[in-house]
């Protein structure tokens, strides 16, 4: 990619120019980026507006900015995924660390509803994984993750997945989740589901759908989960 003059300012030029980098893997997760001064001489444009393409990069968490060290590559870790993306609290806001035990993983033919929403062929397979996780020994949530396995090939080989599912896909495929679109309503819990969270049937539970977006904007994860909500709450924070 070139930078000209044209409708796209500058520094959106820049900005799109190092999120392809970061999309092909040029620079590693964790790995420290060259400095204002060295990337503005590479490109042939103003330090200002090198600072001023990492700023948003930094505030979408594409980039991460160490005092005294300089800019690195956002590296997901079981810490930062649970803070940011992991969204049941209790009431008064504490941040929960789920444990997880894997149910199931296998594979199967796409849906037609998850081939549109993932941009697959109707003949491409998917990986469904169900899983259940627990806060303070009582389960707390079930959900079936669809893994398309044109993006994390033979992902259900892994005997032993981690936690934070998306530290995973960033170092062993190449994929960073930079942002996620949750619908949230209120449902009954299905009957298949209800004595995993030892429900009874038809109690009321949090019925979560996600959508997870690679850094490149791709829809590359479906998931949806069924919270049991006594004792936590769905906590969002807007700034």
């Known amino acids: 990619m070139s930078l000209s003059a044209g409708f796209q300012p500058l520094y959106k030029q820049v900005y799109d120019l190092l999120t392809a980098r970061l999309v092909e893997g040029y620079w590693k997760p964790s790995q420290l980026?060259?400095?204002?001064?060295?990337?503005?001489?590479?490109?042939?444009?103003?330090?200002?507006?090198?600072?001023?393409?990492?700023?948003?990069?930094?505030?979408?968490?594409?980039?991460?900015?160490?005092?005294?060290?300089?800019?690195?590559?956002?590296?997901?870790?079981?810490?930062?995924?649970?803070?940011?993306?992991?969204?049941?609290?209790?009431?008064?806001?504490?941040?929960?660390?789920?444990?997880?035990?894997?149910?199931?993983?296998?594979?199967?033919?796409?849906?037609?509803?998850?081939?549109?929403?993932?941009?697959?062929?109707?003949?491409?397979?998917?990986?469904?994984?169900?899983?259940?996780?627990?806060?303070?020994?009582?389960?707390?949530?079930?959900?079936?993750?669809i893994q398309p396995l044109s993006i994390f090939p033979d992902i259900d080989k892994n005997t032993k997945l981690p936690n934070a599912l998306y530290m995973l896909y960033q170092e062993q495929y190449g994929i960073t989740i930079m942002s996620v679109n949750d619908e949230v309503r209120a449902v009954e819990i299905p009957k298949a589901y209800a004595g995993h969270l030892d429900l009874p049937q038809g109690s009321p539970v949090l019925m979560i759908e996600r959508s997870s977006v690679n850094i490149d904007g791709r829809v590359v994860e479906l998931s949806t989960a069924y919270c049991s909500s006594e004792n936590f709450v769905y906590s969002v924070h807007l700034t």
């Open 33 to 145: 980026l060259p400095s204002e001064m060295l990337l503005a001489e590479e490109l042939g444009v103003s330090q200002g507006t090198v600072r001023k393409a990492l700023n948003q990069m930094v505030a979408e968490k594409m980039l991460e900015r160490q005092q005294g060290k300089g800019t690195f590559v956002a590296e997901h870790t079981q810490e930062s995924d649970l803070f940011r993306f992991f969204r049941l609290r209790e009431p008064q806001g504490t941040t929960l660390i789920p444990e997880t035990i894997v149910l199931s993983s296998s594979r199967r033919k796409v849906s037609k509803d998850e081939a549109k929403k993932l941009n697959l062929d109707s003949k491409e397979s998917v990986v469904e994984l169900m899983r259940v996780r627990s806060i303070h020994n009582k389960p707390a949530i079930i959900e079936k993750i």
